[in-house]
């Protein structure tokens, strides 16, 4: 394979899955990695570190966004250029908007959200929310994959990258439309999707009052907070916190599910993380049956001891 | 407005996940189908709300073998003017925007809806193939939806971004939570359904791209370790020396 790899900018700054994806696509061949829009001083260099040796850059203002068809119009003419294969992207927000245009334009084979490396003709992905695999055929041609975020653990095998500036005329034409705001509503912490550990509160917390003690965990382990359907429903909490089957699908490493019951369509948005914890006052609670540890607790007694014990392990260092 | 809406046939989601000739097949055996969730609850009842303020058709698309039927009823039910449905047992998402792509070259629509995946398949891709195939802009992952002749205003809900942007018709769009509430057919949307017409076409693609090989079930969780709530400290410790997550 000969490849060619998509690395999001956002604001200046290298997704995490942009990092994932590189070491990903350098694990399976030779690549030469694409960055669209601004980037802060250095920081295109770092990818290096997984096996890139050189990193196109197509520095236009207008591009900080992420446009599909401006994307893919400089994706598809940068793997002209450097005589790709293959062209791979994260199954993220912007991944899924551009990698479906560049495989119709590339006339390309398209594996979305794979989750490993292929392996013995196919490569395999998530189906059925977390419920299953499925192995798709690796055909000969063209192909375009796009890998789930947090499912591939980046490698660093050191070495130096190249900055190259690309120029790609892109003209008016090329944008889908236009944006008119943009609002962070993450308060500076890192995206759901791209967290490693995620604390989650269910209805069994009683208020949105009470999610100091979810803050706190979350704030000891450096984690992501989410929320089951009700409580985003009621306002508990924001709806970007919200995970499951009618929310966002996440994949940390760690998942703590406190006061949630563990529905089905709960389970549908959480199934695919690493190791599961779930704290719940009812034993019979059907979460235990997904998790790996599992506390029968009051939340508001077992909470704080567990932040404890996590501050004394990171101030032990 | 002239909108058309891609729903696809999907298993509910507390059905039992198992596989059939060896592992190549979804076993239907007891499973009860269901219009994909933001197909139906999202794209759908939006499409139907803007015809019901500004009038037009909404026409529903399905690629799927004559068991869809009775999904397609449902959406004419809830009240879409009429369906077609692409008579193709879909193997992967390029068969089944390529089809929908022929069909709505034929026709002027203003708005393609989609919703943001299949529950089954997670691709969360057919939407944009459709915009690329048809030359159309792509606003996915919307949560938002507003109309003002051909300018239409979305927000897009995005890794902890909300983003406000300004479309021209025609385009395609991607729904998700947000954009509309769920609805249930009433009596005279279950009778109106039954004479709405059903327009059976056949495929014009039937290439496959990058098909299912096999299935496979994820490996069992070999049961959950329970700690006593005294002790909860001691689940750091195993989280950092056992598990290695943090
Ligand atoms: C079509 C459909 C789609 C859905 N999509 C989603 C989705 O995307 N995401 C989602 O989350 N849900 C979804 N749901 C809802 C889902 O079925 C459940 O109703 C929901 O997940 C329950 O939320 P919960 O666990 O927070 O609340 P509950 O079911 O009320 O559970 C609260 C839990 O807290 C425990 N508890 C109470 N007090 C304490 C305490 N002091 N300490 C510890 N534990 C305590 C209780 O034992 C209980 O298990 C969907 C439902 C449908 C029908
Ligand atoms: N067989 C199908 N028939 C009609 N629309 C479909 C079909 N499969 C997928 N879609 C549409 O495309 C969206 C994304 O599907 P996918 O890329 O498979 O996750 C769905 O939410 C549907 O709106």
Redesign the interface.
């Known amino acids: 394979m000969t490849n060619l790899v998509f690395a999001e900018l956002s604001n200046g700054k290298l997704r995490k899955t942009s990092h994932e994806v590189v070491a990903y696509s350098c694990k399976l061949g030779p690549t030469t990695a694409v960055a669209i829009g601004q980037a802060d001083a250095g920081e295109l260099e770092k990818l290096g570190a997984y096996g890139v040796t050189k990193v196109l850059h197509v520095n236009d203002q207008r591009l900080n966004n992420v446009f599909s068809k401006a994307y893919t119009k400089i994706l598809v003419e940068a793997a002209a250029m450097v005589g790709a294969d293959t062209i791979l992207l994260s199954h993220n927000s912007a991944g899924k908007s551009i990698a479906p245009r560049v495989a119709v334009r590339w006339n390309a084979s398209l594996y979305p959200g794979v989750n490993s490396l292929p392996e013995n003709g196919s490569i395999r992905k998530a189906v059925f929310s977390g419920k299953a695999f499925a192995d798709l055929t690796l055909g000969e041609g063209l192909k375009v994959i796009t890998l789930n975020p947090n499912s591939y653990k980046p490698e660093i095998t050191g070495g130096s990258a190249t900055i190259e500036a690309l120029t790609i005329n892109v003209a008016d034409a090329d944008f889908d439309y236009t944006v008119l705001s943009i609002e962070d509503e993450s308060g500076g912490h890192i995206p759901l999707p791209e967290a490693e550990i995620v604390v989650s509160g269910g209805r069994g917390l009683k208020g949105p009052e009470n999610w100091g003690i979810i803050e706190d965990l979350a704030g000891a382990l450096g984690a992501a907070t989410a929320c089951s359907r009700p409580v985003a429903d009621i306002g508990w909490r924001p709806h970007h916190e919200h995970v499951g089957q009618t929310g966002i699908t996440i994949k940390p490493t760690l998942y703590i599910a406190v006061g949630i019951s563990g529905a089905i369509q709960h389970l549908a948005g959480v199934n695919q993380s690493k190791v599961i914890v779930v704290i719940n006052k009812d034993p019979e609670a059907p979460f235990f049956k997904a998790a790996d540890y599992g506390i029968v607790g009051d939340a508001f007694e077992v909470l704080p001891k567990i932040t404890e014990a996590v501050k004394k392990l990171k101030s032990e260092g | 407005m002239k909108l058309l809406v891609c729903i696809s046939k999907a298993?509910d989601?507390?059905s039992k996940?198992a596989?059939t000739d060896g592992n190549t097949k979804f076993s239907e055996a007891g499973v009860q189908f269901i219009i994909n969730?933001y197909d139906e609850?999202y794209a759908l009842v939006r499409a139907l709300e803007l015809k019901e303020t500004l009038g037009g058709t909404v026409t529903v698309i399905n690629a799927g073998k004559a068991d869809s039927e009775q999904i397609i009823r449902k959406a004419l039910a809830l009240g879409a003017d009429d369906a077609v449905r692409i008579d193709l047992d879909p193997a992967?998402?390029?068969q089944v925007?390529a089809n929908i792509a022929a069909y709505a070259k034929t026709e002027q629509f203003d708005i393609i809806l989609t919703g943001k995946e299949t529950?089954?398949?997670?691709?969360?891709?057919?939407?944009?193939?459709l915009?690329?195939?048809l030359d159309l802009?792509?606003?996915?992952?919307s949560s938002k939806l507003d109309v003002d002749g051909t300018t239409i205003?979305?927000e897009?809900?995005?890794?902890?971004?909300?983003?406000?942007?300004?479309?021209?018709t025609p385009?395609v769009i991607s729904a998700q939570?947000?954009m509309a509430e769920a609805r249930i057919p009433n009596m005279r949307g279950i009778l109106a359904s039954k004479t709405k017409p059903v327009k059976v076409i056949n495929p014009d693609v039937t290439v496959v791209?990058?098909?299912?090989?096999?299935?496979?079930?994820?490996a069992e969780?070999t049961g959950?370790?329970?700690?006593?709530?005294d002790d909860?400290?001691?689940?750091?410790?195993?989280?950092?020396n056992d598990?290695k997550?943090?």
């Open positions: 298993p989601t507390t996940i596989f969730p609850w992967d998402a390029y925007a529950i089954d398949y997670n691709g969360g891709v057919v939407g944009g193939m915009a690329e195939m802009p792509y606003v996915s992952m205003k979305i897009r809900e995005m890794e902890g971004v909300k983003e406000t942007v300004q479309v021209k385009c939570k947000g791209k990058a098909g299912v090989k096999v299935f496979a079930l994820p969780k959950c370790k329970m700690i006593s709530p909860a400290a001691q689940l750091v410790g195993m989280l950092h598990a997550v943090i």
